[in-house]
Every structure is written in C-alpha cells, then in structure tokens.
C-alpha cells in the first residue's frame, strides 16, 4: 500500500559525483584560520578525495538505499602511508535510470568505487604535505553495482594487501600485483558470495598461515518484492530488518593457492542466523585462538568462540554481549573491539538506533562481559542518535582508548523539514577518562563535528603519519570527510607495524603488549576489521601520554608465539618483524 | 548556514554536500508552524506534515491542530483550555511515537499549566525515548512533586536513573514502590536490575525472582536474572533462564499510557496491536484488530495475512487458507503468506497443494528456511524421500545449524534405506548439534535395528540408550532399549522392557496402530527374534 512520496527535490543542490561538472556549492568547513585550534579538521576537500556517494535513490524508498556506504584505508602501494578506497553504489531499480535519480547523478557513468593513493610527503622540519590522487583508472579497479563494504587483507601472503567488496550481489575480490594495479579474482577465488554483504573481516582462524575470510551477511532481499513500511500513522518510512529475512553468513578458509574454501556449514555449529552488519574479530576469551563478533541489527548478535578445531560455537547470550541489558535485540550496526578499560582484554562499543543508546560491554575475562552502557555514560550521551561506524582509538594519546561514533538517520529528522535528504545527525566524540566513564567532548573537538550529515563509514589510521589517529567518514549521498587530528602529536606514542616472518604481511590478530618502568601496561592489537563496513591501518597505535621512556614491547602473534623488544623507539612508525625478536 | 565557497580542484568544480549545522536549522515557513501571541511566553510549535498520514489520522489531528489555532486565534484563550489543546495535540503525536514533534506542544502546555502532572509526566516519557535523559529525570521528578509517591511515576523515574547509571537512586525509588506494592512486578523487576548495575548479584537474583513470582508471563526478567546467576557462578539456572527469555517486560498500572491507546487509529495501529496480540497468543484479540484495520485498508496484504495467522491458530482453516489466497492475490511475493497457506494445506490433507505452493515460494525467495524444510518433510512424509533429501540438503546449506533439517536429512536417508550414510548423518549430528538427544536416540535405534547387519552394533545401542535413560525417558527409549536388548540376543530382557511399553502404551491410549507395532515387537521378542525396523511410520518426520 504506497502513500505519497516526499516532495521531489530533483534539481536542489547536491553532489555531483567524481569528475562531475557541479554546481553551487556550500562547503560547510571553516577556513583554516577559524580551526587552528580544532581538535579535528575536515581536509577531504583540500587534500583532493573528490568523491561523492550515490545511493541511486529514486523516492521509492528501497531499503538497501541507506545502508551503505563503508570505507577504507590501507596502504596498497607500500610506501609506508595509508591510501584510500571510497565505496560507491548504483542506481536502484530494474525500471530505473540514472534520470530517475533523485539526486542528479553527473559524473563519469556508471558510478564506480574509487581508490586513492596517497602522496604524503614528509618536508623539513617534520612537516607533511598530503595529497590524494586518483588512481583508480589505472589500478583496474572497476566496482560498479551497488557497493556496500571494504575489507583488506593480504590473502596470498606476497606482501602486498588485497581488496574485498561487499555488494548488494556478488562480492569481489581484487587482487594486489604489486605494481599499482589489481586484478578481478572475485570467481576464481570462490569468494563471491552472491548474498547481501556488508561487513567482512579477514582472520586467520585456524592458525595456519593463510588468512581467510568472514562475511556479514544482512537480508534476503529482492528488489521486486521490496516491502513499504510505514509509521504508525501511515507515513512511509525505510523498512527494518524484521521486514525481511536473516542471510546466513559465510565464513571462507583460504586454501593458500589462491582459492577460498566455504567452510560456513563445517564450521559455524550454532542455529544462529541474523542480518549482520558490523564484524569484528579477536582473541575474546584470552585462549589465544581468535574469535569473531557479529553485530546484528535487530537480532541477537553473535559471539562465535573459536574452538581451535575448525569450527565456532556461538556464546553470545551467556557471554552478555548478545542484547542490551534489560535483553532486548538492539540495531547493533557499527562494532570495535579492545582494552578499553587498561586490564587486558578487549571491549566491545556497539552503535544503536535512538532510544537504545550505543553499548559498552566490558570483558570480565574469558569472554564474559557485562554491560557498562549505563555506568559509562555512553548510553545517556547517544541516546538519540543512530550510529553507524564507530571504533575505539586513542585520539590524545593519553593512553586511554576513546570513542568517535559517526551517525546518520534512517527516519526523517523533523528539524530537518523540507531538506531534500533529512536524514542528518552529528557524529560524537567521546573521551575515555580512565575511569570508566565515557565523556562526550563533540562541542569541544572543532567545527568538524557541527556538521549535519548522513555518515556510515569510518576508517581510522595515522594518515599523515605523525603520530595521532586520523578518521576518514563516508556519508550518504555525500562526500567524504577526512578528519585530521590536530592533538594527538601533542603527546608520546607509539607505532607499531606487526610483520610476518614466512608471510610478510601485516599480521593481524597479533596482540601488543606495552610495558614501561611505573606506568600501567597497555594492551592493544592489529586489526584491520570493525567499525562498520570498513577497512581500518592494521597498524598498531599506542598513546603514551607526557611519558617519554621508551617501552618494551611484547608481540603475541596469531600462531600464539611471542617474542619482545626492549627499548623501542617512541614518536616514529617503526616496524617489528616476526623472527628479530627476543623471547620474552 | 556557512559561508558557501566554491573550491576548484584540476579545474573542476568541486562540490561538497549541503549542510547545516544542527543550531542554526532555518525556520519553518508560517504554514508549518502554529504561533502563539507574543505575550504568551509561549513557544512555535511544528505542524507535522499530515498528507503523508493514513487518512483516519489526518482527520483526527487536523480537528484537533484546528481546535488549537482556533484557540490561539482567539483574544484570550483561557490558559487551561489552551494547555488542553496543546496536549490535544502532543498527546496524539506521542501515541504515534512523534516523539520531537510532540515535545514543544507539550512544553508549552506544562507552560501554561505547571500544576498539571500530565504534561511533565508526558515529557519524561518523551525526553526517555529520545533524550536528553537529564531533561526525562528532571521532569519526571516534577510529575513526583506534583503528586508524590505515584507509583508509575517513581518506577519511570528509577528507570530513567538507571539509563543515567544512577542505580543508587534507582534503587531507593524502586524500594519505595515494592515497599507500598509489594505486588508490583515492575518494581521488583527494577530493584532487580538496580542491584545488579550496583553488583549485588544476590540481592538480584532474589528482587528479579520476586518479579518473576508476580508476573510469570515477564519474559524480559529471564535476562537479567541469568546475568545474575552468572555473575554468582550458577552457568546451569543461567542457561536456563536464558532459554526463557523474551521481550515482555513487567510495566506498572499506567493510565496516563494507557490512555494514549485509543487515541491513534490507522491500519498500521491495527496492524502493530495485532502482532502484538499474536505474540502474546491472543488469537481472536489478534484476529479482531486485523480485522478492524481491514476495514479501513482491505487491500492491504499484511493486515490480511495476520487475520489469516489468526484464524489459523483458532482453527479456522478455511478462513485462514481463503485470508492467505487473498493476500497473495494482492502480493504475489509475499512469501509467508504461502508458507502459511501451505501449513494450512497440510494440515487439511492436502499435500500435493502445499508442495505446489511451497515451490512457488521458494521460486521468489529460495533462501526461506522454514519454506525449505516443510517442502522437503512433506516430500518424505509423502513417497518422495530422494525429492526430501535434495531438499533437506540445500536447506543446511542455508542454514547448518538448522536441527529439523538435519534430522529429516537422515530420517529420508533411512527411508531410502541407505542406512550406513544415515548412520554416519546421525553421528555427525551427535557431535555438532547442541542438543543432540534426538539425533542420539534415533542414531541407537538405528544401531539396534538397521536391516543392514554392517550397520547394526547392539552394544553401541545398548549403551546410548542408557546414557538417555536420564535425559530421555519416554516410550521411545523404552523401545529402543528392548530392540538394542534383542540384537544382543537378551531377548528375555527385551521382552520384559517391550512389555512395560506396551501396557503404558495402552494406558496412555495411544493409537491403535502405535500399539499394534509395539505388540508386533514384542511377539518378535518373545519368539527370539530381533527387529529389523527401527522406525514405525508414526516415528517418521
């Protein structure tokens, strides 16, 4: 039963798509002279991610239009500086045209995903310029169709890191060459799936060298049988989940040859089936075997404890970390795991809907955790909002772990009236006092965070590699912004890039264990995974706060053996290969 | 709004999106507004956009937003009739979950009538679904002053407290209740939870249990409860609270809620409140407001599936296969409408039709699980056991975990009397389902019984069954325990156990053909003959 569309706002001023010829424009970031003292400064424009996002929405309200798009970043050059892969999707609809589009597509056709590498350049005096240029022409990247996801992994252990796309269809895979360009293996590898994936996540779980592959799948969705949903006073609105079926996930066993094996019946034992949007994997009962979370969106989320044989057992519901704390299944979107409170497991923070507030569950050890939503006042700082990408970094190096949760609405947001896209929120800050608490810094973090905007990605990595996190956020619709931290450098850290010995590679999975005289041991990890629909710097980033003793460092890798360095170099990316240890 | 730049990249025109910072939004034009006289001290509220509203609700807010401008318009309303139709008003969009667009309407009338407990009452509510959580405390502890010790209130208010991470005080307002209303599930169900955010999992599990006692049908206190029992090292109540847990939680008498009831009337109210009936198992609540959102919107395919689940569940086949031919008439894709349907065709002995509409669904959505599995169990109930296979097969494709699929798969393995692969299916299953009791009990009469001797292990049998004997007794194992007796040549034994099942059988009156089956057993046993079928047709999925 179809009631009337919003007002068509088909010729208002939105983007354009990359290399389009637009039009006015209203670039919402302050000049530079205004955000000197931002905590976070917008430089996507300035530093050339000329994209924008296309949701191919047409007034029908199908409901993959607000799900995408995720994000990533990761170095596909080598040259020690993280680049960037924007996700872009497609018009919607058999009957459709890009004339259809709601918001005036005119750009290069079809929309594709693009990838951006970036030219950082280290000058005197420390100082950086940075600069993105688009590659995508000649990396032999063609990602067309709705796109959902990126992920990356090095899957052939040639050093070189490889590319994985989620779709509303059949995922892809790209292959790394080594020379600038990628080559489409998504067949022959085995790994198209022809689900509805969103987030994906490369792990080695069963230890044996080879990284292999996660999948989220959300729904069963056709869009001929797209199903209109409406609020209870008959006024349409996009569709939840619980309009359509779960889609299993998948989980793929790299063989090592280039191909993946679907393990998914053999391996994931339990009758779990939810529409999954967010993954992360980790070590999460300290067995040293790594697990895998799955948030699901509207459903119990999964908790698939690895049993070091192959195969997962979920034990989310006993674990805690399943449903909110009264047990209710919450929109669960975006997902991030680590030591969070300085004890030496990994936490989860999870993004919401409005009226559940996004979630803390602390670990109690052994994969047992207990809801801090409450206690840490994050529940009460996000209450209204709908969070999507969101992880835990230390954006002031001060040792403890913060939040940044980017948002963007799925129902009209009624300030937002007569906008022709009014679906806004303003993403969050949230600063980790150490003890426990959770304080929302936004107004205090620059004029970055006014912005009203439609976000779902976010990707966090040393950017310009000084020392401090840096956030690249994707919006519907929108173009991307770049947050720059401007304080992070301000204090001591440490950065860690964790590298195989047989596979030379990033390995991710391994955890990091900091120690120095008189300061508390911290406990961090490499993860390319979490967030949402996202590939993060699989790089590990340590705050040290004022201290400038230089640390010793224990790595634990993925196959369980560790080994440390004393006296590692602070205020520098430095690289630790696996083998020039010492035991600890 | 920002200053607009134009920024040049490569020379092309750049451009970023359109945004306004949250503070700064642009005010609505006139027509979207309702304008109190500036001496009134009162704020503009906003007028929802009512075209895109189903057309019962246009009608009742537009007499109402009318009331309200004729008011405004008028030269001095009294304060009390214009409180009023600002709660009119905001009373309505509340009901409908509005909850921003209710908010100024309601500020405005606790304005012009501070004594009113409603309207800070209204926005705690408001303010605790949307936040901010401060704004929800501050004016439900403004309704409490307004009329004090009002249980409803106090236990919101101790809600709220507990979002805040106050669970001291949410503990206090939840003492007063259970102190005043010892009955009160909420309040128990809320001291519960306060003690378990403070970590006084004892004090918990005894408040939660207090809930629980007073309202068994509380699904929600199973959570809490088995963190609690977690948290005291008790894994076992946990898991088994755990296995009882769902989404009905123990609310107080609220009539200021409850009033909101009534006030919203559009087939999706219907449609919310008929869900909500079926999952509480109110079939003929559920079937009555299906029907009444029928009348206002017949052809809507969901509405008309639910009345269809309703009458299904109050046995009313044919109502419900004619509802289900309906809504598919409308949706053709709608998948669970055939499912049901299908359901409704079995169950009346009509298989060939429910296959054909299984197939149908399964042709627009193959991923349907349920769909799958009833297809293959009728194919196998029905003379096509290798049609069942294919089908059970692709079904723990989708979903491994999937038990019933797991089992048919190898009740239809017997069926086709490929009786090794079927054992070798069962003791897969044994290992990898976390329930395995079925999959065990079918794997040892298989061993006992299997016409295939390179199957049968009367040993293995024997001592699987035993090991059931606490987990699963029943009939079922009784005759698995005399047939696993048999093949060990124990016959003796067997007959004593057979004949135990038989006269419970018979006193238990089961069916005739049940009954001949076992006595048939029983005659093999007493003439030293083991059985070579273990599975009566009436065991069969």
Known sequence: MLTSCTADPRGADRPAGAGGERLEVAAATPSDADTRHDWFVDRAAAVGLDFVHFNGMSGELYFPEMIPPGVGLFDFDNDGDLDAYLVQSAMLGDDKTLDDAVFRWTGSSPPRGRLFRNDLQKGTGGSETLRFTDVTEASGIDARGYGMGAAVGDIDNDGWLDLYLTYLGRNRLFQNRGD?????????????????????????????????????????????????????????????????????????????????DDVTTRALLSPQVGPALGVSTADFDGDGWIDIYVANDQTENLLWRNQQDGTFVDSAMLSGAAVSVDGEPEGSMGVDAADADNDGDVDLVMTHVPGEGHNLYINLGAGFFEDHSAASRLHAATLGYTGWGTAWFDYDNDGWLDVLAVNGAFRQVPSQAGDPFPYGERNLL????????????????????????????????????????????????????????????????LGVRLVGAEAPRDMVGARVEVTRPDQPTLWRRARADGSYATANDPRVHVGLGDSDVTPTVRVIWPNGRSEQWAEVEIDRWMTLTEGTGAAP | ?????????????????????????????????????????????????LSTMSESVQRGLRERIEKLRESLSSASPPEETLADRYGDVATVLLAARY???????????????????????????????????????????????????????????????????????????????????????????????????????????????????????????????????????????????????????????????????DLLESPEVYSSRGR???????????????????????ADPFLRYGFGFALMRMGDAGGAEAAFRRAIQTSPRHVE???????????????????????????????????????????????????ALQEFARTLELAPANAEAAFGYAMN???????????????????????????????????????????????RALEMAEDL?????????????????????????????????????????????????????????????????????????
């Open chain 1, 430 to 493: 949230l600063r980790n006092t150490g003890d426990g608490r959770l304080r929302d810094v936004t107004d205090q973090a620059g004029a970055v965070f006014d912005l009203v905007e439609v976000s779902r990605g976010a990707a966090f990595g040393d950017i310009d590699n000084d020392g401090d996190v840096d956030v690249l956020v994707s919006n519907v619709n929108g173009a991307p912004r770049l947050l720059v931290n401007n304080v992070g450098q301000d204090s001591h850290w």
């Open chain 2, 99 to 261: 909850f921003s667009e209710s908010e100024q309407y309601f500020l405005n009338a606790h304005t012009l009538t501070p004594m009113d407990r409603r309207w800070p009452y209204y926005l705690g509510h408001v303010y605790r679904n949307v936040g901010p959580l401060d704004e929800a405390a501050r004016f439900f502890e403004q309704a409490n002053q307004l009329q004090p010790n009002d249980s409803a209130t106090l236990i919101w208010l101790g809600e709220v407290y507990l979002a805040q991470g106050r669970h001291d005080g949410a503990a206090a307002l939840f003492e007063r209740v259970t102190a005043r209303e010892p009955a009160s599930a909420a309040a128990w169900f809320g001291a519960g939870r306060a003690a378990l955010a403070g970590g006084d999992r004892a004090q918990a599990t005894a408040a939660l249990e207090e809930s629980l006692l007073r309202e068994p049908t509380a699904t929600a206190v199973h959570y809490p409860l088995a963190m609690a029992y977690r948290g005291l090292g008790d894994l076992e109540r946990a898991e088994a609270h755990l296995a009882r847990q769902g989404d009905v939680a123990p609310r107080p008498v609220d009539p200021l809620m409850s009033a909101l009831g």
């Open chain 1, 180 to 260: 600038g360009t990628f080559r489409d293996v998504s067949t022959a590898s085995g790994t198209d799936d022809p689900g509805w994936g969103v987030s994906a996540s490369f792990l080695d779980y069963d230890r044996d060298g080879w990284l292999d592959l996660y999948v989220g799948n959300y729904v069963q969705y056709d869009l001929a049988a797209d199903v209109r949903c409406a609020r209870l006073t008959g006024e349409r609105l996009y569709c939840g989940p619980e309009a359509y079926l779960p889609q299993s996930d998948r989980l793929f066993r790299n063989r090592g040859d280039g191909t993946f």
């Open chain 2, 413 to 459: 393995l017997v069926r086709v009397d490929r009786f090794q692969a079927a054992r070798d299916a069962l003791a897969e299953a044994v290992q990898s389902f976390p329930d395995p009791t079925p999959f065990r009990l079918a794997l040892a009469r298989l061993l006992a019984a299997a016409p295939d001797a390179r199957v049968r292990d009367g040993r």
């Open chain 2, 1 to 49: 709004m920002k200053a607009v730049v134009a920024l040049t990249a490569g020379g092309l025109l750049w451009a970023a999106a359109c945004v306004e910072p949250r503070d700064a939004t642009p005010p609505l034009p006139d027509a979207r507004v309702l304008r109190a006289p500036d001496t009134a001290g009162l704020e503009p509220v906003p007028v929802p956009d």
């Open chain 2, 469 to 541: 004997l606490e987990s699963a007794p029943g009939l079922a194992l009784g005759e698995t325990l005399a047939m696993a007796l048999a093949e060990l040549g124990r016959f003796a034994d067997a007959t004593q156990v057979q004949r135990d099942v038989v006269a419970a059988a018979q006193q238990a009156r089961l069916d005739d053909t049940v009954v001949r089956r076992m006595t048939e057993n029983l005659s093999l046993y007493e003439g030293e003959q083991a059985c070579r079928r273990p599975f009566g047709a009436d065991e069969m999925p």
């Open chain 2, 337 to 387: 409408a055939y499912y049901t349907l299908a359901e409704v065709l079995d169950g009346t002995g009509r298989p060939v039709e429910a296959v054909a509409t299984l197939r149908l669904a399964l042709e627009y959505t193959p991923g349907h699980v349920a769909a799958r599995t009833k297809l293959a169990g009728i194919l196998g109930r029905t003379g096509a056991p290798e049609e």
């Open chain 2, 276 to 298: 909500s009936a079926l999952a509480a198992g109110n079939w003929p609540g559920a079937a009555d407001l299906f029907d009444k959102g029928l009348a206002m919107a017949p």
